[in-house]
Antibody, heavy 118, light 108 residues
Framework: QVQLVESGGGVVQPGRSLRLSCGVSGFTFSIYAMHWVRQAPGKGLEWVAVISYDGRNKDYADSVKGRFTVSRDNSNNTLHLQMHSLSADDTAVYYC???????????WGQGTLLIVSS | EMVMTQSPATLSVSPGESATLSCRAS??????LAWYQQKPGQAPRLLIY???TRATGIPARFSGSGSGTEFTLTISSLQSEDFGVYYC??????????FGPGTKVDIK
């Protein structure tokens, strides 16, 4: 069955960097776009980033543009989110989600929690 | 920039009653509208896509309607497991992607 498993979250100090990963199985990773979506504690869902199936095209929310970089390794079925200059506003559960051909997100991981705090 | 709004923010419903949730987009988006259900500590679950198509395994008591800028999710005869937060989402095969702020459905 389809599985997405995020990892890499934790507690990091403001201004530092961190990389999140999302390992997938149960579908052909290399033909799907992939998204990152985050959710601050007690808040709603915020779309963060998308990467095309081949990694050539990427887009970001304005709130993370210039600080976050999404990448993928199709040979290892893994999605990454490199985050720099982290602030308390980045504290959230980060979900990876598969982007279907029409763009909807039918499959999500369970999320990984990032806490930015000194 | 696409902005999504949802109403009401909170909806208190008794089991067995129906619930109607609304979602409005700042620009016309055709039928590229999805609804997700989220329960505490869980990832969102896709309920409806294409404004009115139920996702795999979603019970028939969930129905979606609308197009353009106005959309509705109706839950008929609410079950105890239906309580949670519901988000609408505009999607495309490429951004923009945006979520509404959510409607919390709780027990009356």
């Amino acid at each position: 069955q389809v599985q997405l498993v995020e990892s890499g979250g934790g507690v990091v100090q403001p201004g530092r960097s961190l990389r999140l990963s999302c390992g997938v199985s149960g579908f052909t990773f290399s033909i799907y776009a992939m998204h990152w979506v985050r959710q601050a504690p007690g808040k709603g869902l915020e779309w963060v980033a998308v990467i095309s199936y081949d990694g050539r095209n990427k887009d970001y929310a304005d709130s993370v543009k210039g600080r976050f970089t999404v990448s993928r390794d199709n040979s290892n079925n893994t999605l990454h989110l490199q985050m720099h200059s982290l602030s308390a506003d980045d504290t959230a559960v980060y979900y990876c989600a598969r982007g279907d051909s029409d763009g909807k997100n039918a499959y999500w991981g369970q999320g990984t929690l990032l806490i930015v705090s000194s | 920039e696409m902005v999504m709004t949802q109403s009401p923010a909170t909806l208190s419903v008794s089991p067995g009653e129906s619930a109607t949730l609304s979602c409005r987009a700042s620009q016309s988006l055709g039928s590229n509208l999805a609804w997700y259900q989220q329960k505490p500590g869980q990832a969102p679950r896709l309920l409806i896509y294409g404004a009115s198509t139920r996702a795999t395994g979603i019970p028939a008591r969930f129905s979606g309607s609308g197009s353009g800028t106005e959309f509705t999710l109706t839950i008929s005869s609410l079950q105890s497991e239906d309580f949670g937060v519901y988000y609408c989402q505009v999607y495309n095969n490429w951004p923009p992607v945006a979520f509404g702020p959510g409607t919390k459905v709780d027990i009356k």
